[in-house]
């Protein structure tokens, strides 16, 4: 059984930083690349960072400079730190992963106060 579990999410001011965190269990980590998305109320989900196996990252036009993905092959957790957050990035947070088939979390919760 392959589980990805998202912690860090809260409530924070505008500017303000938060550091999400994905937790993988049950898949052999390295071998795929790990994505971020997220849904706000009324919207559909988005593409928010991705980065493979090699490290390279990528991202929504939207958080390039104030968003930063990584991740730690021996934990097996990926991390999002965001930060100048926006009340525009208040949504729900998901990680991603394609190995056979499509893997989410279950999401954790991003509002930003203006």
């Known amino acids: 059984q392959v589980y990805l579990t998202e912690s860090g999410g809260g409530l924070v001011q505008a500017g303000g930083s938060l550091r999400l965190s994905c937790k993988a269990i049950?898949?052999?980590?390295?071998?795929?690349?790990v994505n971020w998305y997220r849904q706000a109320p009324g919207k559909e989900r988005e593409f928010v960072a991705r980065?493979?196996?090699?490290?390279?990252?990528d991202y929504t036009d939207s958080v390039k400079g104030r968003f930063t993905i990584s991740r730690d092959n021996v934990r097996r957790t990926s991390d999002l730190q965001m930060n100048s957050l926006k009340p525009e990035d208040t949504a729900i947070y998901y990680c991603?992963?394609?190995?056979?088939?499509?893997?989410w979390g279950q999401g954790t919760q991003v509002t930003v106060s203006s």
């Open positions: 980065i493979d196996t090699g490290h390279t990252t």
């Open positions: 991603n992963i394609v190995s056979s088939r499509n893997f």
């Open positions: 049950g898949l052999n980590f390295r071998l795929y690349s």
